[in-house]
């Protein structure tokens, strides 16, 4: 979980008292989707298409055998 959690559900609840935990992180998937998404897609571009390592002086290897 998110460190600031409990925050965000308590500012929210200013706004809407009959706040559950459970709606926010609702809120949140499409969010969580999204990003889990497109930085395995970056991920995949910077390693496998560019060529580039994942750390300074870390060497990717893949081999497709």
């Known amino acids: 979980m998110m460190s600031y959690f409990g925050l965000i559900v308590s500012f ?13 992180i609702a809120t949140m998937i499409p969010h ?5 998404i497109g930085w395995s897609a970056h991920f995949f571009l910077w390693v496998f298409v560019a060529g580039l390592p994942v750390a300074p002086g870390a060497a990717t290897y893949f081999s497709s055998k």
Do not use: A, E, W
């Open 32 to 36: 969580s989707i999204f990003f889990f």
């Open 12 to 24: 929210v609840t200013g706004y809407k008292k009959d706040l559950r935990i459970g709606t926010p």
